[in-house]
C-alpha cells in the first residue's frame, strides 16, 4: 500500500513540475485559483496537449489519493451528502450571486449586502456560500466576505445585475450557455436522479425502452407525457424549456468549433455531393463543414419548430449558402423514412444517445434502407464513448483509430473521477430518455445489427476526448 502511495505521489509532482516548465518556457504563470477565468494567455495554454495530459493525470492522482489515505466512512458519507453541492451550486446560479460578486471585485462583498440586493435572507444565504466555498467554488475572503474565483466565475451570465433581476425569465438568453447548463442540471436533471431506484425496481419501468418512462418524468409526476420533450413544451414548462435550449448552446460552447473537421476526412468524399445532417437541431456542424467545403450541398433536418429556427440560424451564420441554396431545410421525423436517397453521408451528432437501443436500431435501419447496397455512403455518428473503469487485455483486437488507456499505474485507466463526464452523461440520458451513452463493443453490435459496419472511429482531442466520430458504412 505504501508503494502505492509513493507512486501516486510522484504522479502528482512529476505532473505539477511538468506544467510548471511549459509555463516557465513560455513567460507564463499558471491561472490562480482565486482569481476570475479570463481567456487570456495563460489561460489558453491550458490547451497545449501536453499541459491537458498532465492536469488529468495529476487529477486522477489526487482523487486517488484521497481515496486511499481518507478513512472510507468519510469518503462515503461525503460521497453520500454530495447532493448539497448541486443544491447550493443552483440557488448561486439561479439567484445571480455570481454577478453581484463581479460587481464587487476582489474584496468581495459582505453576505448582507448580498442578501440586500437580492431580497435573500443572509444567514442562510452565507451558509450557501461558505458550503460552496469550501468546495473552492467562491472565495471568503474574511468573515461573512465572498468573492468570486476561478470556478464561480465560470457561470457569469454576462449581463448586468439590473437586466438580471428585472428580466428573470430571459436571463439566460443570449448568454454563453453554461449557467443555463448549470441551471438544468442542478433543477430537472437532479430531481430525476433522486428517482433512480425508484425506476430501476419497478418492473413497468426497469426493463422498458420507451422514452415515456424515465425517472425525469416520474420525479414531475409526467406520466401523461410521450417523452421529456413533449414535457418541455407542455404549458407551465415555458422558463424551463427555453433553459434548456440555451443549456445546449453551453454544451457546444465547450467543444471545439471546428471539432467536426477533425477526424473523418470529408476530402474524401465527391466534392459536389450531399450531406444529410439528421436531428440536426440548428445545424451547427453543417455550418463549420459547408464552409471548409464549398462545393458541398446540406440537407438539414429536424422537427419543423427547430428547422425554423435553423433556417434563421443559416441567415446569419453563412446567408451564402443560403442564397445559393447549398443548404436546405427539411421537417424530418427520423424514425419516417429517410426521403434523401443515396447521399454522400449522414451526420448523426448526439442523437442516438437519446434512444435506447430499440429506437436507435429504427433509426439507423431508416438511413440504411435509403442507401443502395453498390453506392458509396458514410454514416458519421458522433457521441460520447463510455471507457470500461477496468483495463482491458493488451492482446485483443483494436478497431482503427482506438486508443489504449494512457493512464499510468496504478491509477484507473479511465482517469477516475478527474474524467467523469461521460458517465454524468450517461446517467442524465437514462434519466431524460431512458436512454445512454454506449461503450464501443455496444455501437459497435448496435451498428451491426442496423446493417452497417463500423471501420474506424475518431477520439476527439484531450478536452472533448469521450465525443467519439464514429465512421459506419453499409453492410
Not at 138 to 144: L, M
Not at 191 to 202: N, R
Not at 351 to 368: G, S
Amino acid at each position: 500500500m505504501a508503494a502505492n502511495l509513493l507512486l501516486l505521489a510522484d504522479i502528482i509532482s512529476s505532473g505539477v513540475k511538468s506544467i510548471d516548465t511549459i509555463y516557465s518556457d513560455q513567460g507564463k504563470v499558471f491561472p490562480s485559483l482565486d482569481q476570475s477565468y479570463t481567456l487570456d494567455s495563460a489561460e489558453a495554454l491550458r490547451n497545449d496537449p501536453r499541459v491537458q495530459e498532465a492536469c488529468i493525470t495529476i487529477a486522477a492522482a489526487a482523487f486517488q489519493l484521497i481515496a486511499t489515505v481518507r478513512q472510507p466512512q468519510t469518503s462515503v458519507f461525503n460521497a453520500t451528502c454530495s447532493y448539497y453541492l448541486s443544491a447550493t451550486l443552483r440557488v448561486a446560479c439561479e439567484t445571480n450571486v455570481v454577478e453581484v460578486l463581479r460587481d464587487a471585485g476582489s474584496a468581495g462583498m459582505h453576505v448582507n449586502a448580498i442578501g440586500q440586493r437580492l431580497n435573500l435572507n443572509p444567514p442562510l444565504l452565507g451558509r450557501i456560500l461558505r458550503y460552496l466555498a469550501t468546495h473552492h467554488i467562491f472565495r471568503e475572503v474574511s468573515p461573512d466576505v465572498f468573492a468570486n474565483n476561478r470556478l464561480s466565475s465560470v457561470i457569469d451570465k454576462g449581463k448586468s445585475v439590473d437586466d438580471l433581476l428585472s428580466t428573470p425569465l430571459t436571463k439566460y438568453d443570449m448568454t454563453n450557455g453554461i449557467a443555463a447548463l448549470v441551471g438544468h442540471c442542478t433543477d430537472e436533471d437532479y430531481k430525476g436522479a433522486g428517482f433512480l431506484l425508484e425506476h430501476l425496481t419497478d418492473p413497468d419501468s426497469g426493463f422498458s425502452s420507451e422514452p415515456s418512462k424515465t425517472p425525469m418524468l416520474r420525479a414531475f409526476g409526467a406520466s401523461e407525457s410521450s417523452n421529456v420533450w413533449e414535457w418541455f413544451e407542455s404549458p407551465g414548462n415555458e422558463y424551463r424549456f427555453k433553459r434548456f435550449g440555451v443549456a445546449m448552446d453551453g454544451v457546444n460552447s465547450m467543444q471545439p468549433t471546428d471539432a467536426i473537421l477533425k477526424g473523418f476526412g470529408w476530402n474524401t468524399l465527391p466534392q459536389d455531393g450531399t450531406v444529410v445532417d439528421v436531428g440536426a437541431g440548428l445545424g451547427v456542424s453543417s455550418v463549420a463543414l459547408a464552409k471548409a467545403f464549398p462545393s458541398m450541398k446540406f440537407v438539414v433536418q429536424d422537427r419543423p419548430k427547430v428547422v425554423e429556427e435553423a433556417a434563421k440560424y443559416w441567415e446569419g451564420k453563412y446567408p451564402e449558402a443560403v442564397r445559393e441554396t447549398r443548404v436546405t431545410f427539411a421537417s424530418q421525423d427520423f424514425f419516417d423514412p429517410q426521403p434523401v436517397k443515396n447521399p454522400s453521408a449522414f451526420i448523426l451528432k448526439q442523437i442516438v444517445h437519446d434512444w435506447a437501443d430499440e429506437y436507435t436500431e429504427r433509426i439507423l435501419r431508416r438511413l440504411r434502407e435509403a442507401v443502395d447496397d453498390d453506392h458509396q455512403c458514410t454514416l458519421v455518428v458522433i457521441d460520447s464513448l463510455i471507457p470500461y473503469a477496468c483495463r482491458q487485455e493488451d492482446n485483443r483486437q483494436l478497431i482503427p483509430g482506438e486508443r489504449p488507456s494512457s493512464a499510468p499505474l496504478p491509477l484507473l485507466p479511465n482517469f477516475g473521477p478527474a474524467d467523469a463526464s461521460p458517465y454524468f452523461t450517461d446517467l442524465s440520458m437514462w434519466v431524460h430518455f431512458n436512454s445512454q451513452e454506449r461503450t464501443l463493443g455496444h455501437m459497435e453490435r448496435l451498428l451491426k445489427r442496423s446493417g452497417w459496419k463500423l471501420t474506424r472511429i475518431y477520439p476527439g482531442e484531450r478536452s472533448s476526448a469521450h465525443l467519439v466520430q464514429f465512421i459506419s458504412v453499409p453492410l
